[in-house]
């Protein structure tokens, strides 16, 4: 501390007068009856522009060493007049609660208010319910990474480099040179790629699993594509895969109907296959599903397993038959909610999400 006389004299008649000040507040904290008179209390000492803020903008002029003091002194004299203010407080609100309460006039059964909590994204809502729907018939749950290999996203599905049906998916290629130097593995299984769509699934979990196989894939894929309202770069796809002796078209036919019965919540919907074209399948088709209005709409393709991939599963395709199919959520999505553009689900706008 500095021994300048008339320093120190300054610091004790302000050290006098804060103690002074907190006598004071002390008893009128320990004197108020109700919250209101305590808020005053508070205001009048503790406030920006109470008694002790005032005192202490007062000691602007003194030296260094006894400012310091002071100021740790005047801290410690709020600290505890702030702990006895809470305290004074929650006892305070304690009696006004027994007494509502006793009163009757608080309704202790009225519902609280309720937090603001999120939601489910629509895509993520249609997911589920897919999931749900597959397992009450015996689905299990498969996954696969999003950035795959050409082997299993192409090769094992029967789409070797050199076939025009690649064509059928544009491809975000991943620049891994160094990557493929550094990692054997990945140099074996060649170039890498973000999955063009859930069908390597198919093989990553024919590869650990023998029949019965009944599995679904739902996940995310991507595609080099411009956007429009109908197509996206990434936008999410549910494959389904059954294998086992004596699988047959019937099977399959059965399977989606119901499923997209309870789907849409719908008894009379029918189902239609058309023959179409995928490597992965033979025969292969397109699942059209009936609309109320007597008209149909396209929702997945499908087919009975092509030997060959089978074989990529290390299955047995002489006694084992199945059949695969693939379809989009996101459409699902838009059918049942009316959107019709898919593009807003990747917005993150609010004014569109929080409908849900
Ligand atoms: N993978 C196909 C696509 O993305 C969809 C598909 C068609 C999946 C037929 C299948 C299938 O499993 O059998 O276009």
Not at 155 to 183: G, V
Not at 269 to 282: A, D, G, H, N, V
Request: charged share 30%; hydrophobic share 40%.
């Amino acid at each position: 501390m500095s021994h300048n006389l008339r320093d120190v004299k300054i610091y004790f008649f302000m050290a006098l007068d804060f103690e002074i000040i907190k006598k004071e507040a002390l008893e009128a904290i320990e004197k108020a009856g109700d919250l209101a008179y305590l808020e005053e209390t508070f205001k009048k000492y503790l406030g920006k522009k109470g008694k002790i803020a005032e005192a202490f903008e007062s000691f602007g002029d003194l030296a260094l060493e006894e400012k310091k003091e002071l100021g740790i002194k005047i801290n410690q004299i709020k600290k505890e007049l702030e702990n006895i203010y809470f305290q004074k407080e929650r006892e305070l609100k304690d009696i006004l609660i027994k007494q509502k309460v006793g009163q009757g006039s608080a309704d202790i059964l009225l519902p609280g208010i309720k937090p603001e909590i999120g939601h489910l994204h629509p895509i993520t809502k249609v997911k589920r319910e897919a999931e749900e729907i597959f397992k009450s018939m015996g689905f299990e749950i498969a996954q696969g990474p999003e950035v795959e290999t050409e082997w299993y996203n192409f090769d094992a599905l029967n789409i070797p480099d050199w076939h025009p049906a690649r064509d059928m998916w544009d491809t975000f290629w991943l620049r891994q040179s160094e990557l493929k130097m550094k990692n054997e593995k990945i140099k074996t299984e060649g170039k890498l790629l973000l999955r063009t769509h859930t069908s390597p699934v198919q093989i990553r979990y024919m590869e650990k699993h023998q029949p019965p196989i009944k599995i679904i894939a739902p996940g995310r894929v991507f595609r080099y594509e411009a956007t429009d309202a109908s197509h996206e770069m990434q936008f999410y796809q549910i494959e389904g895969l059954m294998v086992a002796e004596n699988i047959s078209v019937a099977n399959f036919k059965a399977i989606i109907q119901a499923f997209f019965q309870k789907f849409f919540d719908d008894k009379n919907i029918k189902i239609r296959l058309r023959p179409s074209y995928f490597p992965f399948t033979e025969p292969s088709f397109e699942i059209d599903v009936s609309k109320p209005d007597g008209t149909w709409m396209e929702l997945a393709g499908a087919g009975m397993v092509h030997p060959s991939v089978l074989k990529a599963g290390k299955i047995d395709a002489n006694k084992y038959t199945g059949f695969a199919f693939g379809m989009g959520l996101d459409r699902l999505a838009m059918i049942k909610y009316k959107i019709n553009d898919i593009r807003l689900f990747y917005q993150n706008d609010l004014r569109f999400l929080n409908q849900f």
